[in-house]
């Protein structure tokens, strides 16, 4: 047991508590990192409701996907660069490729069959009717995100070098 003196009993020891400056010497705000934090999985739990209900509700694969990209940005606005780098393992442009490439093969594999391009078919599943238009929702939400993170990751880095 270590004899450490009774004011630093409760001194922040985790990295993500020590926010008084980022790596570049800015000042950060402890109350927005620490929000943005409780507030990041709760924005991508609504992006995700975002997409599923867009079949019948307000929503869809656009809508979900750009309030995916806020909570991004909002992590991004607390912690920066280091932040979002934490956040993000995968690399924006696999995340944009990958959307693309389900959003096109979803679009074209009813023209293999001899139907119109974009034609939906419901699997249904139990009382769950999965309807194949969601992929195409699933790619356009996943072209979203990888956009906006690939644009914080570049113009938000050359914003914080000029600084």
């Known amino acids: 047991m270590s004899r450490e003196p009774w004011w630093e ?3 922040p020891r985790e990295r993500w508590l020590l926010t008084e400056r980022d790596c570049n010497g ?11 934090r409780i507030v990041f ?15 019948n509700n307000s929503g869809g694969g656009f809508t979900g996907g750009l309030v995916a990209g806020l909570a991004f940005v909002l992590r991004y606005l607390a912690g920066g660069k280091v932040e979002l780098s934490a956040v993000v393992r995968v690399r924006p442009p696999v ?3 990958t959307g693309l490439s389900i959003a096109v093969i979803t679009a074209l594999v009813p023209a ?9 078919a419901v699997w249904p599943l139990g009382p769950v009717k ?3 238009s969601l992929f195409l929702d699933v790619g356009v939400y996943l072209l979203i995100v990888g956009v906006v993170v690939d644009l914080l990751g570049t113009l938000g880095v050359s914003l914080e070098e000029d600084r």
Do not use: K, N, Q
């Open 41 to 55: 999985p709760t924005v991508l739990v609504l992006s995700v409701y975002l997409l599923f209900a867009g079949h």
């Open 95 to 97: 995340v944009i490729g």
């Open 130 to 132: 999965i309807v194949t």
């Open 26 to 36: 800015w000042p950060r705000s402890l109350l927005l990192e620490v929000c943005a």
């Open 9 to 11: 009993w409760d001194a």
């Open 112 to 120: 293999l069959f001899g139907l119109p391009v974009l034609t939906t």
